[in-house]
């Protein structure tokens, strides 16, 4: 299991650190000492030079503020740190429920921004996709959730591009397949390696005491918060034999309601031990 983990990539100080503030801090709407976050970061292994300099990339994107009291710090969430987490944890705890049936309608937004904007296509290749878009052909983006289209305009209006891009919805036509197009909007085929990783790794885990569930809720909601960017909750009628993300989110939340209480005791007791309330 340790080594598939490797192989989806090592998990940063500064993204632990965000499923904390959001998991633990934004419930609470207090600020929290740097020495608790710091013992809390060390329950991962991360160390306190890499912690610190989370602490402080996190503040300089506007995210945190620090406070001051004597030769103490303490970190508050900014009002754009809060909405930030907030929708966050909304796409979060939201996702991979309420799906209903689907019509045929595809949304289709057409973009085109010169190779010479690589920074630029960037930004459009990241947020359409958070979105939910995928991209079958160059300048080309689809959903079957129609309903995306004024996130989509937001997303090309912020990025100065909504002037030049057209949208229209349509049902899928005679020549070649949906299946075939699909294939190549998305990558179906790692996302559901990734469920399957989320699967083995919290199926039989087992928190033995409050440290070791803290862990474990800590990492669940970690690793969780990849899906809404990975999975475009294609409708059934589009997605492989024996999907794996139905499973994955049942157990998602089975997991996360069965830990939360214990994770949320041991997150206070610890940050009471560093002073907090």
Request: hydrophobic content about 40%; glycine content about 8%.
């Amino acid at each position: 299991m340790l080594s598939r983990r490797r192989e989806l990539g090592e998990v940063s100080a500064r993204s632990l650190l965000m499923t904390m503030l959001g998991e633990y801090v934004l419930p609470k709407g207090r600020p929290v000492w740097t020495s608790a976050l710091l013992e809390a970061l060390a329950m991962f292994g991360v160390e306190e030079k890499s912690a610190r300099q989370s602490l402080a990339r996190t503040a300089a994107e506007g995210w945190l503020v620090s406070e001051r009291e004597g030769r103490r710090v303490r970190w508050a969430l900014t009002p754009p740190g809060r909405r930030l987490l907030t929708e966050g944890a909304q796409r979060i705890y939201d996702f991979g429920t309420g799906e209903g049936t689907w019509d045929g309608t595809w949304l289709v937004v057409l973009v085109s921004v010169p190779e010479t904007k690589r920074d630029l296509r960037h930004k459009v290749r990241t947020r359409l996709t958070w979105a939910g878009f995928g991209s079958p052909e160059p300048g080309v983006w689809i959903t079957p959730r129609a309903d995306r289209e004024a996130e989509a305009m937001g997303v090309l209006k912020e990025l100065g591009l909504a002037d030049d891009a057209m949208s229209f919805t349509a049902t899928y036509g005679a020549m070649g397949s949906e299946a075939a197009m699909v294939s190549r909007a998305w990558d179906l085929s790692e996302v559901e390696y990734r469920y399957e990783v989320f699967i083995d790794e919290f199926t039989g885990l087992r928190p033995a005491d409050d440290d070791a569930v803290l862990h474990a809720q800590t990492m669940l909601v970690h690793e969780w918060r990849r899906f809404p960017f990975l999975d475009p909750r294609l409708p059934h009628k589009l997605l492989p034999a024996n999907w794996s993300g139905a499973k994955a989110v049942a157990l998602f939340h089975r997991r996360h309601a069965e830990w939360n209480t214990a994770a949320l005791r041991r997150w206070q007791h610890l940050s009471a031990a560093h002073g907090g309330e």
